[in-house]
C-alpha cells in the first residue's frame, strides 16, 4: 500500500477505502466511492466558509499563516516592499517573475495609456446620488466597463485577457478618484500620462483649480507600498468570489466587480472603514480598557483583529507600522493612532486575545495612514480594491488555464421538506398555511 494514502473503514458497512494524498489533500471527489448501498450517492465533506477546503492549485501568492510568512511568486513580502514600485510588482503576480529593465518600461508604459475612460463612463458615473458611497459606485462602474468592452467576453484569447487586465489596472485609479471627487462634489479630473501610477492616482484625487498638485515623494511611496501589501492574498473571500464568477466565463469586469462587492463587507476589505469608526467610537485612550471589555463580553468585535489564516502577526501590519513612521514624519502624528497602540498593547497582553491567536491584521493600521494621507474614511475599502485588482486578475487568469478547474458548483445538506401534497388556495387557510 502507498505510504501517501489515507485508510478509511465506514463503520455503517464495515467495508475499508484506501484514498491516495496528494500534497497534503485527498480528493473530495474520491469518497464519493463510499456508500451504504447503490441507493446512496455517497460521501461529501461539510464545510461551510471553506476553511480546511483547497479550492484550487495555485502557484501566485504563499501564505504560512502560523508563522506570518507571506510570499508572491517565493519573494517574501518584506522585500518586495522595500525594493519594488507596485507595478512591477503586478508584474510579478501576473506573469511569474519580476520584468528587466526594458520589461518594466513597456509595463508602465502600457499600463499608463489604459488609464481612461470612456466618456459614456463619465456620463453614468455622474449619475450617482451625489452622495453615493465611493466603494459603490466603483462596484457598479467596474462591472458597466463590461458594456463598453463587450469583446472581454472572449476569456479563452490570451492576447484579448492581457488587454482587459491592462485595462482594468489602468483604469481602477481612475475610477476610485473619480468616485470620490464625486462623493465630494467636486469636477472629474483627467489622468495625468507624465505621472506614476500612484502620483497620479493623488493628481486624480485631489488637483484643484492650478498651480499643478505636486504628490509628497514620500506619500506617493507610502501609497506605492501599501498597494504592493494589498495586491494579492491567496483565496480569500473577494478572491474566491472572482473565481467562482470567472468560472462561469463570466467576463473579467463582471467577475472585478462581484470581487470589489465581496471586498467591501465589513468582515473583509470594509473592515479598514471599520477600525477608523472604532477608534472614533473609544475617543480616546482612556476608554481603551472599557472598549477591550466589551469586546470580551460579545458587543462588539475588534474591527481589524483576528484572520482566517494568520493565527500569529500579520506581515503586512508589520510593514504598515514601519511605514506608518515615515508618513508620519511628513504629515504629523495621527492622533488615532495614541488609540490604536494602546489597543493593541492591551489586546496583545489579554487571555481573550491570546488564546483565540488575534493580532492586528493589514486593516488595523491601513486607515490610520490612509486618513493621515488625506482620505475620508469612505475612501479605504477603494484604496484597497484598486491593487487588489491585480491578485483578481492574476488568480482569474491561472484559473481560466487550469485544465482541472470546471463552473464552481458546491454541494448542499438538503434540510428542508420533501415532496410535500399541494395544497389549493381555498385549503391553505384551513390547514393553517403561513399568512405572509
Ligand atoms: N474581535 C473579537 N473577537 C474575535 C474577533 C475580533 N476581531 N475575531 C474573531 N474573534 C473571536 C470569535 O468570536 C471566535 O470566538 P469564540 O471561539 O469564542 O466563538 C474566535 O475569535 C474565532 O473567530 P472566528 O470568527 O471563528 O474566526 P474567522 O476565521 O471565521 O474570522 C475574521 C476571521 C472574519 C477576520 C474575524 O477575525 C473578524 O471578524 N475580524 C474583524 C474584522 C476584520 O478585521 N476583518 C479584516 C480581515 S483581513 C482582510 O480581510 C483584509
Not at 84 to 106: D, I, Q, S
Not at 164 to 172: C, E, N, P, V
Not at 407 to 416: K, M
Request: hydrophobic fraction near 40%; charge should be neutral; proline fraction near 5%.
Amino acid at each position: 500500500m502507498a505510504s501517501d494514502s489515507l485508510t478509511i473503514t465506514d463503520n455503517r458497512t464495515d467495508r475499508t477505502y484506501t484514498l491516495p494524498i496528494e500534497d497534503g489533500t485527498v480528493r473530495a471527489m474520491d469518497l464519493r466511492q463510499i456508500k451504504t448501498g447503490p441507493e446512496d450517492f455517497g460521501l461529501m465533506t461539510y464545510d461551510p466558509a471553506f476553511t480546511n477546503t483547497a479550492s484550487c492549485r495555485s502557484g501566485i501568492t504563499f501564505i504560512d499563516g502560523e508563522r506570518g510568512i507571506l510570499e508572491y511568486r517565493g519573494y517574501p513580502i518584506e522585500v518586495l516592499a522595500e525594493h519594488c514600485t507596485f507595478l512591477e510588482v503586478a508584474y510579478l503576480l501576473l506573469f511569474g517573475e519580476l520584468p528587466n529593465e526594458t520589461g518594466l518600461k513597456n509595463w508602465v508604459h502600457e499600463i499608463t495609456y489604459h488609464t481612461m475612460l470612456h466618456e459614456t463612463t463619465k456620463k453614468f458615473m455622474g449619475g450617482f446620488r451625489y452622495d453615493a458611497h465611493p466603494m459603490t459606485m466603483l462596484v457598479s462602474t467596474v462591472a458597466a466597463l463590461a458594456t463598453v468592452y463587450p469583446e472581454a467576453k472572449n476569456i479563452h484569447d490570451p492576447e484579448n485577457r492581457l488587454l482587459q487586465i491592462k485595462r482594468l489596472i489602468g483604469k481602477m485609479p481612475t475610477i476610485a478618484a473619480m468616485s470620490y471627487r464625486h462623493n465630494l462634489g467636486f469636477p472629474y479630473i483627467y489622468p495625468d500620462n507624465d505621472l506614476s501610477y500612484t502620483e497620479n492616482f493623488m493628481n486624480m484625487l485631489w488637483k484643484m483649480v492650478g498651480p499643478k498638485y505636486v504628490a509628497n515623494p514620500v506619500l506617493s511611496r507610502a501609497l506605492d507600498v501599501l498597494f504592493i501589501l494589498h495586491a494579492d492574498h491567496e483565496q480569500n473571500c473577494s478572491t474566491n468570489t472572482m473565481r467562482s464568477v470567472g468560472s462561469s466565463q463570466a467576463d473579467p469586469y463582471v467577475a472585478t466587480a462581484a470581487a470589489a462587492a465581496a471586498l467591501s463587507g465589513p468582515l473583509h476589505g470594509g473592515a479598514n472603514e471599520e477600525v477608523l469608526k472604532m477608534l472614533d467610537e473609544i475617543g480616546s485612550k482612556q476608554n481603551v480598557a472599557a472598549y477591550i471589555q466589551k469586546v470580551k463580553n460579545g458587543h462588539e468585535k475588534l474591527m481589524g483583529f483576528g484572520h482566517r489564516v494568520y493565527k500569529n502577526y500579520d506581515p503586512r501590519a508589520k510593514i504598515i507600522k514601519w511605514t506608518a513612521d515615515r508618513v508620519f514624519e511628513v504629515t504629523g502624528r495621527n492622533p488615532k493612532l495614541e488609540i490604536a497602540l494602546e489597543l493593541e498593547r492591551i489586546a496583545l497582553e489579554d487571555e481573550y486575545f491570546v488564546k483565540r491567536k488575534l493580532y492586528p491584521n493589514v486593516d488595523f493600521y491601513s486607515g490610520i495612514i490612509y486618513q493621515a494621507l488625506g482620505f475620508k474614511p469612505a475612501m479605504f475599502t477603494a484604496l484597497f480594491a484598486i491593487p487588489r485588482t491585480v491578485g483578481w486578475l492574476a488568480q482569474w487568469q491561472e484559473m481560466v488555464v487550469d485544465a482541472e478547474q470546471k463552473i464552481a458548483r458546491p454541494r448542499q445538506i438538503y434540510t428542508g421538506q420533501r415532496t410535500r401534497r399541494f395544497l389549493p388556495m381555498e385549503e391553505r387557510q384551513a390547514a393553517g398555511a403561513m399568512k405572509k
